[in-house]
């Protein structure tokens, strides 16, 4: 019996069979960047997945018009694009699993760069999205974009696709029309949620009318948009039970808007944090299905929301790109071999932003399907070496295992992980923690011989005869050249992190790039309320709402971050700096650029700001300052005469998505 059988169970939507209740939803990926064409990175992709077992993949959004969102979105504007969908859906269907197309129509949120000229939507506004000025749309716009829907359905439908997703979530054009807070129109289309719901409900009937009864219709919503003034799970619910009425097969339930200050894909967002939004919407519709998104990392958390009838379907996105075989592995009773997505947005969002191809920190096949076809059996099996296991050593150590390799891996303490293995829980970035656990399970099942509290020196390494060494020992921290660095008081990252040192009073961060703008919000939250008593406090009224709000956000450090560069955030994501950076404001975390550190002295640190010298409060310095490569064993392994390889931070590589790719990049070469 599986231990996931409500997630491995068929559901039917419409007149569509699904074997499992996993959906890869739609994800934005950048691989169709020649005018929305299907290209074979994207078939490619959602082969793979698809062999991996999903039983619906979305993909999309699928612009239904030159409006939409322009030439980087899969096109479904055209009949000359039926072609193009009818490969990916031969591909997927192949494979065994269903397919269908997002019907993309972002309206003010269509960047004008991108599509020639100002976005339309239900009034005239400038998009707190695009920063836009966007125009209102006339009579004859709303039944031409209607128009496209229902055609862009006709067109999936006859390129062979299983089903559509109309998209009325993340504050895209359909939110536009329900929101109060944009829509200010005094027509039939706005004042009453009645109104403010008609433009979504008059596409579902044209599009139901483009493609029959028995096709499946589905939609995406907002569970809620956080949004002052805009809907929440309220309203959601209303606009969901009048979709279901209209016609629609499937509801597909997120959370927020694009625009929203609540973080909804990051770390902050606990796993399954959404799962409430989907079942309140679920409470009430009568009998049409529903889909949960957002933060669902695991089969068990999968499982836990079926169970307690949130919702019917489970939406997968950015773990799907993590592990395509997530499904596969769940099925066969081995979740501990899945990579999980760790919410990091690196490889991602990140990418997204940079308008590049999407790839993924853990996975770095993804984004590179058709040209990478994974790692390939050895010619001729060899005995290899790896010292250290951090992420890009582990990583290094299954590639090459997987092809057949003997591989020994060699790590000085007691765990593997590297960094990975202390900074993810203080930092709030628990799923990091998940990178050594399924690492060391793939290590054990591909037979790698794991030799930790091992330090490793030329001479044992040469005796194992390796025909190669990778050298993927990482790196420890700068001390940087300033008066007063040694004195008791002064401490780095990383013994703050490992909870070696505890800081006092007033604590001065000495460098404001990630590290130590992460570790001076982890020494900010010190005091601050934790979960358990927020949802004491919470739950028996022991504060009020307000009371416990301030000290949510209350610690008992006064920090400051000095910064010699001009501006702080040095290695943060741009999807994941508006975060970091609301943190800071919100813990009251001062932050100084363009400073020159002159001393650290007895409660004080000296340094120059604004062309002044200044004595700033200090109780406790912490070091943020760099790290330096620990390479010293690459020179006298090479006078062995051995072959040797240095990656991740011994080789000056920076982050986990940096040392995890060229592990996997030198383990597929070896």
């Not at 039983?55 to 939409?68: D, F, R, S, Y």
């Not at 309203?235 to 609540?262: P, Q, Y």
């Not at 998940?434 to 060391?440: E, L």
């Not at 010699?564 to 040095?570: D, E, I, Q, S």
């Amino acid at each position: 019996m599986s231990d996931y059988p409500l997630l491995f169970s068929p559901i039917t939507l419409n007149q569509l069979e699904l074997k499992n209740r996993i959906v890869v939803p739609a994800m934005h990926l950048n691989y169709t960047m020649d005018n929305g064409k299907v290209t074979d990175q994207l078939v490619e992709f959602y082969r793979v997945r698809a062999r991996g077992g999903a039983g619906l993949l979305i993909v999309g959004g699928c612009a239904i018009n030159p409006l939409a969102g322009g030439p980087i979105f899969v096109s479904l504007k055209s009949d000359e694009d039926i072609p193009g969908m009818s490969r990916l859906a031969e591909a997927v269907h192949a494979e065994g699993s269903a397919v269908g197309a997002q019907l993309y129509m972002a309206g003010a949120y269509s960047h004008p760069m991108l599509i020639g000229e100002p976005g339309i939507s239900s009034s005239a506004h400038t998009s707190r999205f695009t920063k836009s000025e966007c125009r209102e749309m006339t009579d004859e716009d709303i039944a031409q974009t209607q128009d496209d829907f229902a055609a862009a359905a006709r067109r999936a439908k006859e390129a062979g696709l299983d089903m559509v997703e109309i998209l009325g979530s993340a504050g895209y054009l359909i939110c536009q029309f329900l929101s109060p807070v944009i829509n200010k129109r005094t027509d039939e289309y706005g004042g009453s949620i009645e109104n403010r719901m008609r433009f979504g409900l008059e596409t579902i009937a044209k599009v139901r009318a483009a493609v029959g009864d028995e096709f499946c219709v589905g939609i995406r919503i907002a569970g809620n948009d956080f949004v002052p003034g805009s809907h929440t799970n309220e309203e959601a619910a209303l606009f969901a039970k009048a979709c279901e009425s209209a016609g629609v097969d499937m509801i597909n339930v997120t959370g927020g808007w694009h625009e929203t200050r609540v973080p909804q894909i990051t770390s902050e967002l606990p796993p399954g944090g959404f799962s409430y939004l989907a079942r309140g919407v679920r409470r009430a519709v009568d009998a049409v299905p529903v889909a949960a998104s957002n933060r669902i990392h695991n089969p068990g958390l999968a499982e836990d929301i079926l169970a307690r009838g949130d919702a019917d379907l489970i939406c997968l996105g950015r773990p799907s790109l993590a592990d395509p075989e997530f499904p596969a592995k769940a099925k066969a009773g081995r979740p501990d071999l899945i990579r999980r997505c760790v919410a990091c947005n690196q490889g991602c969002f990140d990418a997204v932003a940079e308008l590049k191809p999407i790839g993924c920190m853990v996975n770095p096949r993804a984004g590179h399907e058709a040209t990478d076809p994974g790692p390939q059996p050895a010619v001729a099996p060899k005995s290899i070496a790896v010292i250290g296991g951090g992420p890009g050593g582990c990583q290094a150590a299954i590639t090459a295992a997987s092809r057949g390799h003997q591989v020994t891996l060699i790590e000085a303490t007691d765990h593997l992980g590297g960094q990975l293995a202390w900074w993810n829980d203080p930092l709030a970035k628990r799923d990091f923690g998940s990178i050594p656990a399924w690492q060391g399970a793939a290590l054990a099942e591909l037979g790698v011989e794991v030799l930790l509290s091992t330090t490793a020196d030329a001479e044992m390494v040469a005796e194992l005869k390796p025909d190669a060494v990778v050298l993927a020992a990482g790196g420890r921290p700068t001390v940087p050249p300033i008066p007063g660095v040694d004195l008791p008081h002064v401490v780095q990252t990383w013994d703050v992190l490992k909870g070696e040192a505890r800081p006092r009073g007033e604590v001065v961060v000495i460098g404001g790039g990630a590290a130590g703008l992460e570790t001076a919000i982890a020494v900010a939250r010190i005091g601050a309320l934790t979960e358990e008593q927020v949802y004491y406090m919470a739950l028996f009224g022991a504060e009020a709402p307000q009371v416990i709000g301030d000290l949510v956000a209350s610690g008992s450090h006064r920090v400051t971050v000095l910064e010699m560069l001009p501006k702080v955030g040095a290695g943060i994501g741009r999807s994941t700096k508006w975060i970091v950076y609301g943190l800071l404001k919100r813990f009251g975390v001062a932050t100084h650029t363009k400073v020159e550190v002159k001393a650290i002295e007895e409660g004080t640190v000296r340094a120059v700001m604004d062309g002044e010298e200044k004595l700033i409060p200090a109780d406790s310095v912490i070091l943020a300052t760099g790290y330096t490569p620990a390479d010293e064993l690459a020179a006298p392994l090479k006078e062995l005469g051995l072959k040797v390889e240095v990656i991740g931070d011994a080789a000056g590589g920076g982050s986990a998505l940096t040392a995890i790719h060229q592990g996997y990049h030198l383990g597929c070469s070896l």
